[in-house]
Structure formats: C-alpha cells, structure tokens
C-alpha cells in the first residue's frame, strides 16, 4: 500500500534561492515521521512547500492524488492540517474564534460541535479561555490552540513546525503526550518537524535528518536513534 | 443655546456621513495597510450612478439598492485588477495607483455627467421641520439609515462566518490560508463592502451638498480625520471618530473659526493626532511586523 504523504524530487526555495535540493521522503498512514535537523537546515521550508504556500517543484501525492500543483487553500480542504512556524495565531481574535477559522472548511456544524468538545478534553485551558483574546495566552495555550485549530480541518495530515519551540520544559512534556493520544487514539497521521531531536524521536516511527536543504540520513526511529552522528550531534550522547 | 443644540445636531447628522466613509477607510487599511485615498470619488461616482437611476424614473429606494450592489461589484473589480498586482509593490506605487485612480474617477464622472452642480432628491421628505427645528427631516432620515448600515455591517463582522473570515484574511492572511479561507476573494469582497458603505454615505450626502464630480474631497477629508482620531486600525474607532469629528467640526465653524475656516478643523485634528497619539484613541500603538 501506498504512503499517505509522498514526496519525490522536492525542490523549494525563497525568490530565486533554492533551499530545498530534492526531497524524498513519505508519511505513513496512521503513523507519525519526523524531520530532524538544526536550525536553517529547511525543516519550516519543507512543511511550507508542503501546503503550497512558497515556490516549489517535485512530485507530491496525498493519499494518491498530486497535490503539487494545488492551492494552499485547497490543499487545506483534501485534508491537511498545519500548525504553523510562529503558531499562526489569529492574536487580535478571542480562542473561540479562533477555532471557528479552523473549522471554516467544514460544514457538518454537529461534527465541528463534537471535536471541540474532544479537543477541549486534551486542552481544558482552552475552554476556560475560550472568549479571551488569543494575543493574551500564554506560549503553551497558543501552541495548544495552533494544534485544535489545525485538528479542526479534520485532516488527514497533521503537519507539526516546532511544536516544543519556546516552550517549557514540563508544559512540552504535556504536549507531546498530547499528541501520542493523538496518534494513537484517533490514528491520525503526523509530519513533526523538530530540532529537539530526542523529543522527536519517542513519537516518531519513521525519522529523517535534514542537513542544507538535503536529506542526508533516514530510518526507523529505532535505528535513526542509534546512528552515530545523530547521536553525537543531534541528541548529545 | 438653542443655536448649540442644531449645531451639535447638525453635528451629529454630518458626523454619521463621515463615520461612514471613516469606515471603508478603516477596512481596507486594515486588510492592505494602506488608505484608500479614492474611497470619497468612488462614492460620488455612486451617487451618479444612484441619480441617473432615479432620472430614469427608477423608485429612490430601489436605484439606492441597485447603485450599492454595482459600487459594491466595481468595489471588487478595482481590487482584483488595479489592487492586486500591487499587493507587494512599495508604499508610494500603491499611493501612486490610488491617486491615479481617484484623478481618473473624478475626471471620469466630469466627463459622463458633466461639471454641474445638481440637486439631489431625499427619501425623507415632509413639509415641516421636525424636533423644533433644530434638523431637517433628511438629516434624521439620513443618520438614521447610516446608523443602519453601521450595525448592519457590525453585525455582518462580527456573527458570520464569512464576516470572522473577511477579519482573519484581514488581520493574518498567512494564517488565513492554512484554515483555507481564499483570502484574495476576501480582499475583493472587503473593497466592495467599503465602496458600497462609501456609496451609501455619499448618496445620504448628496441632498444636503449637492451632487458634482468633487463633492466627497472636502468630506474624505474629514473622514480621514475621523478614521486617525479613532484609530486608523480600529473599526468603531473610526465610527466614533467621524461623529466626534462632524460635532466638533460644526462647533468650531460656527463659534470660534466661522464655516469659512472648517475645513482646517480636519487638517489640525490630522496633524495633532499624528503628532500627538498616532494610535488615535482606539487603536492600537503602531508597531510593524516582521
Ligand atoms: N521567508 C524567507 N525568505 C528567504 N529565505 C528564507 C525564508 N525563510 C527561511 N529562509 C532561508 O531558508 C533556509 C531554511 O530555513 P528554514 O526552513 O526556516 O529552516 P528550519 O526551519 O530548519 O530552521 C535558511 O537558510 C533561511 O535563511
Ligand atoms: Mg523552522
């Protein structure tokens, strides 16, 4: 059986620069693949080309349909949820709202009911907050409702930039246990992207290293994490 | 004292044409960060359009409908073909194409409908002066009907999907995109609200200054002083800085510079906002993002 998310040949970049020299890699339907590297390797470049959003090249298929050629807002709709670089917060407004917009591809309002009440389960802050302005949550409330907002599209994919970025050390525990229920629960399939390689690691079953726009290193979890270089470069030990 | 009472009232009635106006200003800086110094020549060119309407012998009520849904449409146009090519050109390009538009508009309605100075039916008609006399009927009828559409527009923002949508493209176009909101279509559909709002302000206008090609320069003016008393990036900022605007503009022309000398009125309240709280008194301190 085919991947759910395959990429061939993927080239991307800024005006006339090329970041990225040809990727392929693949995510697996039910299953969660990381993207290592450290900071400017292309990692954000990949998830944005992904979702159409900067110039790119290369063969894209999401469950068997290309996707290179498509809009970013109707890569939105074959099911792609993305939590952005940066969050992606709509700061000027409230929670509620907020999550409206991730939900404003769907129409089944029932349906939109029911995951809120689901997500408000993994993230009870957000419902205590939920008519407050976004710009006033904290980094974790705003990575928690970058990740309700993004489930909301009721994707196939869920693309992840960063997740642990900014964050405290406690509150990145709390949402990466989040996202394994995620996974593992609901079977949605994950694209995480990382410099916290080790954090990566335990939710991924498939990982790739990214090094200047190339993919220089790709495996299972199990065995990327027992490869040399990772381990002295990427994960200290 | 009765002499206040119809200058803050003919204050009030002027003031709800610049809210208005204000408004549409405060839409598109907002989605474009940039101010749309061809939204009163866009107006006027409605209240044209509105009059040649009625000249047909077209009921007012339904030209007014039929004007607003075609400004509301040219509103769109010009976005999607003046507007959008210029979408990451540099702030004096986009100053450049809004001048030229507004010179080509006003040249335009000169051209169609020629240079004279036309009267212009009201909707509100009735023999008598009503609240002792202290506004016309018009200027109630007026205000009324602009008060309308401000809600009707607050109402449209702020409890229906495409009203939060039109906010998110507005306020966070990348973000916008990644819930799938097609925020190009937004932006179009945000230009034909502020023209057909402009229109509106401009047709509720037109009894009261009469109708020719510059009639809304001298008002833009105003509005615009409203739009950066309020704050330039907050919409009921805007509505309430029109108002203020309207009230204070009557007061001073008719006590302390006299009506010759009003329009300085706006120009002294642009310059000592800008100097004093740019912000205005609702918005937020002007930050750039990167
Ligand atoms: N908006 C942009 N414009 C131009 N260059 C960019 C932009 N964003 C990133 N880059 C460049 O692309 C390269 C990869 O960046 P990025 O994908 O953000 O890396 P990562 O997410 O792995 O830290 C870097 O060299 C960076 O300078
Ligand atoms: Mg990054």
Same mark, same amino acid.
């Given at each position: ?20 020299? %040809? ?7 039910? %299953? ?67 999550? $409206?917009? %991730? ?25 205590? $907050?939920?008519?407050?302005?976004? %710009? ?59 410099q916290n390689a080790s954090l990566a690691l335990d939710l991924a079953d498939h990982a790739y290293l990214l090094e200047t726009g190339r993919i220089v290193i790709s495996g299972t979890a199990a065995e990327i994490r027992q490869d040399e270089t990772v381990r002295r470069s990427?994960?200290?030990? | 004292?009765?002499?206040?009472? +119809? ?26 960060? +940039? ?25 007012? /009520? ?48 000169? /051209? ?12 509100? +008609? ?27 527009? /607050? ?15 507005? +306020? ?18 945000? /230009? ?99």
């Open positions: 059986m085919p991947a759910l998310l395959e990429v061939r040949g993927l080239t991307a970049g800024y005006g006339e620069t090329n970041v990225l020299h %040809g990727l392929d890699f693949a995510v697996e339907e039910g %299953g969660v693949t990381a993207l290592l590297g450290a900071n400017g390797a292309g990692k954000t470049t990949t998830l944005r080309a992904l979702c159409g959003t900067i110039r790119r090249a290369g063969e894209m298929t999401l469950g068997g349909a290309r996707i290179d050629r498509t809009a970013t807002e109707d890569i939105v709709r074959l099911g792609v949820g993305h939590v952005p670089d940066g969050r992606g917060t709509f700061m000027e407004l409230t929670v509620e709202e907020n999550l $409206r917009l %991730g939900a404003y591809t769907r129409r089944d309002r029932a349906g939109v009911a029911a995951d809120m009440e689901r997500l408000f389960g993994y993230f009870p802050r957000l419902k205590e $907050r939920i008519r407050q302005q976004a %710009g006033t949550l904290s980094g974790g409330e705003q990575q928690m409702l970058a990740i309700s907002r993004a489930l909301l599209v009721k994707p196939q994919l869920l693309l992840l930039d960063e997740p642990s970025f900014g964050l405290a050390p406690l509150i990145v525990q709390d949402i990466f246990h989040i996202l394994r229920r995620i996974n593992t629960e609901e079977r949605m399939s994950i694209l995480v992207v990382e990427y994960l200290g030990y | 004292m009765t002499g206040l009472l +119809h200058q803050i009232a003919s204050g009030i009635a002027s003031g709800a044409i610049y809210a208005s106006v204000a408004l549409a200003l405060v839409m598109i800086y907002q989605a474009t960060h +940039h101010v749309n110094f061809a939204q009163g020549e866009m107006a006027t060119l409605s209240t044209f359009v509105c009059l040649t309407l009625i000249q047909a012998g077209i009921p007012f /009520w339904v030209a007014f409908v039929v004007a607003l849904l075609l400004s509301f449409a040219f509103g769109a146009v010009v976005e999607r073909v003046l507007m959008r090519p210029m979408m990451d050109a540099p702030v004096l390009a986009s100053v450049g194409v809004f001048i030229g538009l507004l010179l080509i508009i006003n040249a335009l309605d000169g /051209w169609i409908f020629g240079y004279t100075i036309k009267p212009f039916p009201s909707p509100f +008609h009735s023999a008598h002066a009503m609240l002792g006399g202290y506004v016309s009927p018009h200027e109630i009828g007026a205000t009324a009907l602009t008060l309308l559409v401000l809600v009707l527009v /607050w109402l449209f923002f702020r409890f229906t999907t495409l009203g939060l949508a039109m906010r998110a493209a507005a +306020h966070n176009p990348a973000s916008a995109r990644l819930c799938g909101v097609r925020v190009n279509l937004m932006l179009s559909l945000g /230009w034909g609200l502020a023209a057909a709002i402009g229109g509106a302000a401009g047709i509720m206008v037109a009894p009261i200054v009469f109708l020719d090609p510059n009639m809304m320069s001298g008002i833009l003016l105003y509005a615009f002083a409203g739009a950066l008393l309020g704050g330039i990036d907050s919409p009921l900022g805007a509505v309430i800085g029109g108002f203020a605007v309207g009230v204070l503009e009557n007061l001073f022309g008719a006590y302390v510079v006299g009506t010759e000398l009003k329009l300085t009125v706006a120009l002294v309240i642009i310059v000592a906002v800008l100097v004093i709280k740019p912000a205005g008194l609702f918005g937020r301190a002007v930050h750039s993002r990167v």
